[in-house]
C-alpha cells in the first residue's frame, strides 16, 4: 500500500519544532540551576532582582513559548495517533489550544508580576 504524502518534508517542521524548543527548554533550565546554585535563590529578594533583568524575563518568556509549542506539537500528534472520531479530536485540540494558551498569559502574568 502506497501512502499519499502531500507536500516536500512531510513532518519535517514539527520535528524540527520539538528539537528547536527542547534545545530551548534545557538551556534555560541550565541557567536557572547555575542562578540557583550561584545563590539568585538565597532570599526572596534576590530571587526578585534575578527575574527583574531583562534578559531572564526574555529567556523566561522564550521558555514558556518553546514550552507551549512543543507540548502542543506532542499532545496533537497523540490525538491524532490514537483518536479515530474525528469530532471528539477537534473538541480535544481545541480544549488543548485553549489551555495551552491560558497557561502561557498565567505564566507571564507571573513574570511580569515579580
Known amino acids: ?6 507536500g516536500a518534508h512531510y513532518g ?5 519544532a520539538q528539537r528547536v524548543t527542547g534545545v530551548v527548554m534545557a ?3 541550565l541557567i536557572i540551576l547555575a542562578a540557583a546554585l550561584g545563590g ?3 532570599s526572596r529578594e534576590a530571587w526578585q532582582a534575578f527575574m ?4 531572564i524575563r526574555f529567556i523566561s518568556f522564550l521558555f514558556i513559548v518553546s514550552l507551549c ?3 502542543w506539537v506532542g499532545i496533537r500528534d497523540i490525538w491524532m495517533d490514537y483518536l479515530n472520531s474525528a469530532a471528539l479530536r477537534v473538541i480535544l485540540h481545541v480544549l488543548t489550544l485553549l489551555a495551552l494558551i ?3 498569559g498565567w505564566a507571564v502574568q507571573i513574570i511580569w508580576r515579580l
Open 1 to 6: 500500500m502506497n501512502r499519499l504524502v502531500v
Open 12 to 16: 519535517l517542521k514539527d520535528w524540527l
Open 27 to 29: 538551556v534555560y533550565t
Open 40 to 42: 539568585a535563590t538565597a
Open 52 to 55: 527583574a533583568n531583562g534578559f
Open 69 to 71: 509549542y512543543h507540548a
Open 102 to 104: 491560558g497557561y502561557a
